[in-house]
């Protein structure tokens, strides 16, 4: 059994790329509340690629454990519009 590098409770960013629309960020916002329903709007940024095409949404999420870390990328990688987590 492997030992997780993190210790809980943990920072942990995430940044979720998909194309710019109100409906892409209140579906991503959605699933992130879900998972860290106490999430402070001051950690949370949004930036535009410098052609518009993309926008990057950040979050700093207070992790509890790493079960709730899985359980919100399996999430977000299937949610409409995400087209990459980093």
Do not use: W
């Amino acid at each position: 059994m492997s030992k997780s590098v993190l210790e809980f409770p943990t920072d942990y960013p995430i940044k979720i790329i998909g194309r710019p629309s109100d409906e892409f960020r209140a579906r991503v916002h959605a699933v992130v509340l879900r998972h860290a329903p106490g999430l402070e709007a001051e950690r949370v940024s949004e930036r535009l690629s410098g052609n518009g095409n993309f926008l990057s949404i950040s979050y700093l999420l207070l992790a509890e454990s790493r079960e709730q870390v899985e359980a919100l990328t399996a999430e977000l990688r299937v949610c409409d519009g995400v087209m990459m987590l980093l």
